[in-house]
């Protein structure tokens, strides 16, 4: 990445601190010092300064290296022109000219570090031949108290100069870090996209692979329920289970074709106007019908999002929440663009917590679950703007909010509890 890349703003700002920096220079030599300027001249030269950096400002996101090399050639020339007219080579602020170079090594490439180097070597050279002298600031005057104040010069050039560079160096760093913090984060969430291809081709092949057995199961569940349902009240509650075998198949063929949508991509699904209580009986009918009775709803609104994946996502946090607390209640909320699920069960530590919502990690039994909810449910409401927090203590049970971005929901009126 090039450092011209995140430097642009600084640059700029730079700039204008060395136009007030100028400008205060020459006050403090002209009325402070008593020295001898041409203060039209060189006020007019500031004014240049400050009016090259407003178009520098307007055209910064357009300019090319080219444009900032340019820009640093006419900093160097204008310090020529400053210096020229206050001292030339007597002038102990001609250690600026290291600032130009250095800018140029940072942000540009050899080619114009050189014509920067160049280029200020040639206007140094030029001040020895044409500048307008300054009684003080001459060596004729070494003998007279000037030498001392040269050296005063010296020493508030070099500080002006290496502070000029600490700061442009230590925000060029800033922003070097910032921008490696974007591409890390960037990093991350194209990997967790990856994974989440991973598992929706992995969740459509287990869909076609088991579609044809449960396919079988379902058939024969039927013909046996249809075989029993005449044999008499003995073969009854064997026609029952027929029955709700066949019921199990519909709602395990219902899930296998759901689980690309699981998986978090919405697979072109398109966004639908869904009322959140309507989504919420969706949910709960999906439900046990144990925990249906238990289940608490609330609070009002509209959502446009995908049906089915905001379904099954929600579905997942309601069926963990009931997973930790098996006997208590779930709270099932819309809060603004916030689906909240809230149990009173054992709750979770600060080590789980952290790592609870990675791919195939779960702290259930085996067999009851396989540690893809949360992933999933999460990468959902990423894919819809939005995001998924947990919040969670020993014994204080835990709190998930499903968000979306805000321009998805829309308020339906007063907020109620449905049972």
């Known amino acids: 990445m090039s450092a011209l890349a995140v430097a642009p703003r600084w640059l700029v700002r730079l700039r204008w601190v060395a136009v007030g920096a100028e400008a205060l220079a020459i006050g403090v030599a002209a009325f402070a010092l008593g020295l001898e300027l041409p203060l039209g001249t060189l006020f007019a030269l500031v004014g240049l300064h400050a009016l090259s950096n407003l178009v520098l400002a307007a055209r910064r996101d357009r300019l090319d290296e080219a444009g900032w090399g340019g820009a640093l050639l006419f900093d160097v020339w204008l310090l020529t022109a400053l210096l020229a007219q206050s001292g030339g080579p007597t002038n102990p602020f001609s250690v600026l000219y290291f600032v130009q170079v250095v800018l140029a090594a940072v942000l540009l490439g050899y080619g114009w570090t050189f014509a920067l180097w160049l280029n200020a070597v040639s206007g140094y050279g030029t001040l020895f031949f044409f500048h307008h002298p300054v009684p003080g600031l001459g060596h004729d005057a ?23 560079l600490a700061f442009f160096v230590a925000r060029l760093s800033a922003a ?14 194209a990997e967790k996209a990856q994974r989440v291809a991973s598992l929706t081709t992995l969740a459509a092949g287990a869909a076609h692979e088991l579609a044809t057995p449960l396919g079988t199961i379902a058939v024969v569940a039927g013909e046996l ?34 689980m690309s949508a699981d998986a978090g991509d919405v697979l072109g699904e398109s966004p639908e106007t869904v009322p959140f209580a309507e989504l919420a009986e969706e949910v709960r009918a999906d439900l046990a019908e144990a925990r249906r009775g238990r289940l608490r709803v609330g ?33 099932l909320r819309l809060e603004g663009a916030e689906v909240v699920v809230r149990d009173r069960g054992a709750g979770m530590d600060a080590e789980t917590l952290e790592r609870v919502g990675e791919p195939f990690f779960t702290t259930k039994a085996p067999g009851r679950g396989m540690g893809l909810g949360l992933f999933l449910a999460r990468a959902t409401a990423e894919a819809l703007g939005g995001g998924l927090e947990l919040s969670s203590a020993p014994g204080e049970g835990t709190t998930a909010r499903w968000r979306v971005d805000p321009a998805r929901v829309e308020d339906a009126g007063a907020d109620e509890e449905r049972a």
Do not use: K, W
């Open 142 to 164: 070494h003998g007279h108290g000037g030498f001392q104040l040269h050296l005063y010069g010296m020493a508030i050039a070099f500080a002006v100069a290496a502070g000029f």
């Open 176 to 189: 070097f870090r910032e921008r490696e913090a974007a591409l890390t984060a960037s990093r991350a969430r």
């Open 225 to 258: 329920a249809r075989e029993l349902e005449g044999a008499g009240e003995a073969q009854a509650e064997l026609a029952e289970d027929a029955r709700v075998i066949r019921s199990e198949v519909d709602r395990c063929r219902r899930i296998l074709d759901s």
């Open 299 to 331: 609070g009002a609104g509209v959502m446009r999002v995908p049906r089915r994946a905001a379904r099954q996502a929600i579905e997942s946090l309601v069926q963990n929440a009931f997973d930790a607390a098996p006997e208590g209640e779930v709270e």
